[in-house]
Each structure stands twice: as C-alpha cells, then as structure tokens.
C-alpha cells in the first residue's frame, strides 16, 4: 500500500496509506447492513493495508464511530491513523422524530444541533473518542461549513463566524496541547476551504466531490494554494457519489441525488476517452485525485467487500500518459492539472 507522510508543523506528523476509508456508509448509508458485515469490510481494507479512517458522529447518527470501535479494539493505536467531526452534537429522541430519513437506516433516535461553539467541540470530542473506544484522535475536522448544508451564503457566513470564535480556538488549543496532531474541515465546497486557509493556522482539509474528473474548478482557486502553503488534503467523493464509479446509467448518482444531465454528458465524454485507451473510468477518477502533490489520502466510501476490493484496485491502477493528455486536449480536465506520471 503506498503511502504519504505529512509534517507541516514538524510535530512528526501523520502518515497517511494513499487509499484511505470513507466511514460513512457503514454507518448504514442508504441502506442498513448487519454489524458483522460491517466488520467483514473494515477487515477487507485493513488486510488490504489500509490504515487511514474517516468518520464523523453524523454518519450513521453515531453508528460509524461505534462500528469502528468494535474493528479498532486490540489494535495499536500508532498503527492507524483516524479522524472524526465536530459541528454537530446528537440528542436522544424517540424513533419517529430521529433525523436522516431516507438516508440512514437501521440507526440510533437522534436529532442533530448544529453548534460550532468553542465548549461544544470539547463535548463533541470527549462523546467520539467515548464512541469510538480510542484514547485520541489524531485529526479533527469542522464538519460540513458549507452552503450545501447550511442552504444560504448568510446562513454559511453566520456558521463559519460562529466557528472562528469558538470551534476554531479550541481546535487550536487541542493541537497546540498535542491532543490532536492536526485540524481541519471536512465540507463539499472548496470555496470555504480557501476562506478558511486565508484566515487561520489549519493543517488539513477534507474535501469532498468537489476535486474530481468531474470537478475540476478548485484547482487553481483551492488546491494548489493549499499546497504552496504545505496543506493536506484528503478528497472525499473521489467518484461524485457514484456515477464516476458506475458510469453514465440511468441509475448514476452525482452529490447522492440522480445525476443531472451535464453530469451525465460529461461522463459520457471521460468514458469514451477511457475505453479507447482501455482504462477503467473508476481507476481515471481515483489516479487523477491522488496526483495533486497536496493530496495525502483519497477515501472513497465501501459498503461491501466487493466494493473496497475495486477501490483498492483502482487506487494502484496504471493510467496510461495518452490517456490524460486526451483528456486536457478535450478539454475535460485543466491543462495544469496534474496527473499520474504512470
């Protein structure tokens, strides 16, 4: 498994397996699947060599964080790096009035509070590591600052002031007391992670869909800054929730809803360029995301074994040259895109 060190504050730093595990959908994302099935997948990636793991408190209400607390268990814990969320806290509530319908099954009766205050995200961490069985995280993300969650730009602009003032202090206080080793967020747009980055002392972000084949705009405005500035980044959503992974099919998802038609259209094009160089269109969107030099890990999700067989074969996959340069000449990837030099 390759694998890729991150020291930007000279700490020692983290080092990172290139493919990483997504922790969301053993949290029961979209469809429920049994505990033991469950622990086949995460033993799947680990007897594979995968030793980063992200999850959050929302995924799964909770579920994910307790699910990995059963895998983890025995381990040792400078074996593996893991990171969790804060930005929500979870009340108990009973199961016809729990949050995520439709999008969690099978999980505990909880209802979300947004709340990035600085004592707040001291509680968020003391109920993950409670969850998760661990004596320390080593990575904390300000989950999903964004318009996509919080649906306005005043809304957004209103979270991340709240964030800044509070959340933000105590993230630094955890790193600075080497309780954490870096901190970040984890959002579905790059243009907060810039914000961001122009205004505090972050160390790695979790982007998410928004620096594939698919979508390419972050690179000059986010992705390359972060670099120059020895920024990670992990990319979530490396296949935009699927379509990327399945192809252009009528049933293809992009951002977990059915893929627009531009989507489509776009992946139509990429797919075409792939079979012509006898390239697999899921292998193209994993090699082209783990390229960019700030990119330390990239998580797509699994749900089942199969699933996390084909991520591990895309992650070591070879793209042929021909293959990227046809790509640029379409103008379906930036010409300054960096790309695999396989």
């Given at each position: 498994m390759q694998t890729r060190h991150w020291d930007r504050l000279g700490n020692g730093g983290l080092t990172f397996t290139t493919l990483g595990f997504g922790a969301a959908p053993i949290g029961n994302l979209f469809r429920a699947i049994s505990d033991d099935d469950a622990q086949a997948v995460l033993q799947s990636a680990w007897d594979a060599g995968v030793r980063y793991y992200d999850t959050a408190p929302l995924y799964g209400l909770g579920l994910s964080e307790t699910r990995l607390n059963r895998f983890l268990r025995g381990k040792p814990r400078d074996a593996y790096v893991i990171s969790s969320k804060i930005g929500r806290l979870f009340r108990a509530t009973t199961p016809d009035k729990r949050d995520g319908f439709g999008k969690w099954f099978d999980v505990p009766s909880r209802t979300e509070v947004f709340d990035y205050g600085y004592d707040a995200t001291f509680r968020s961490v003391e109920f993950?590591?409670?969850?998760?069985?661990?004596?320390?995280?080593?990575?904390?993300?300000?989950?999903?600052?964004?318009?996509?969650?919080?649906?306005?730009?005043?809304?957004?602009?209103?979270r991340l002031a709240e964030f800044m003032s509070g959340a933000y202090r105590a993230l630094v206080k955890l790193r600075d007391d080497g309780t954490i080793k870096a901190f970040g967020a984890g959002v579905n747009e790059w243009q907060p992670c810039r914000w961001m980055m122009?205004?505090?002392?972050?160390?790695?972000?979790?982007?998410a869909g928004e620096y594939s084949l698919l979508?390419?705009?972050?690179?000059?405005?986010?992705?390359?800054?972060?670099?120059e500035r020895g920024i990670g980044v992990v990319i979530g959503g490396p296949y935009n929730s699927g379509i990327l992974a399945t192809g252009p099919i009528p049933t293809a998802k992009y951002r977990y809803e059915d893929a627009p038609d531009w989507a489509?259209?776009?992946?139509?094009?990429?797919?075409?360029?792939?079979?012509?160089?006898?390239?697999?269109?899921v292998d193209a969107a994993f090699r082209f995301c783990a390229a960019h030099p700030a990119v330390v890990s990239v998580i797509p999700g699994g749900q089942t074994v199969a699933e996390v067989t084909a991520n591990l074969a895309a992650s070591t996959a070879q793209i042929p040259p021909a293959l990227w340069a046809d790509m640029k000449q379409a103008g379906l990837l930036p010409a300054n895109a960096p790309v695999d030099p396989q």
């Open positions: 993950s590591l409670e969850r998760l069985g661990i004596d320390r995280i080593d990575i904390l993300y300000a989950h999903d600052l964004d318009i996509f969650t919080h649906g306005s730009q005043n809304a957004l602009d209103a122009d205004r505090g002392d972050f160390d790695i972000f979790l982007l979508r390419s705009e972050a690179l000059d405005g986010f992705m390359n800054p972060a670099h489509m259209n776009r992946t139509a094009e990429l797919q075409s360029l792939c079979i012509k160089h006898g390239t697999r269109l």
